[in-house]
């Protein structure tokens, strides 16, 4: 397999998540799931069963940068910007 065809593909949107126990994120979101892409964020809530989200480029707790995986159990709100994130490969 070639490194192209293993290369993921992202459409990327800009979140900011609140979390149970206070702490906030920001960061983006892959909107591209199993090849199809979400047209809205709270689809990822509302239609997909996997019980993580991947949170990219994201900023927590003075670290900046990362890559986390959170639990939806632990995520109180998120907001969604409207606007396409920017990313390396979309």
Do not use: C, Y
């Not at 892959?30 to 199809?36: H, Y």
Request: proline share 4%; hydrophobic share 40%; no cysteine.
């Amino acid at each position: 397999m070639s490194v192209e065809e293993n290369r993921r593909k992202i459409e990327a949107r800009r979140v900011t998540i609140k979390l149970v126990d206070g702490s906030l994120i920001k960061g983006k979101i892959n909107l591209r799931q199993d090849e199809a892409i979400i047209q809205r964020v709270s689809e990822i809530f509302t239609r997909h069963p996997d019980p993580f989200l991947v949170i990219f480029e994201a900023t927590f707790e003075g670290m900046s940068d990362r890559v986390i995986v959170i639990n939806k159990h632990n995520i109180l709100w998120v907001s969604p910007d409207d606007r396409p994130a920017e990313t390396e490969n979309g």
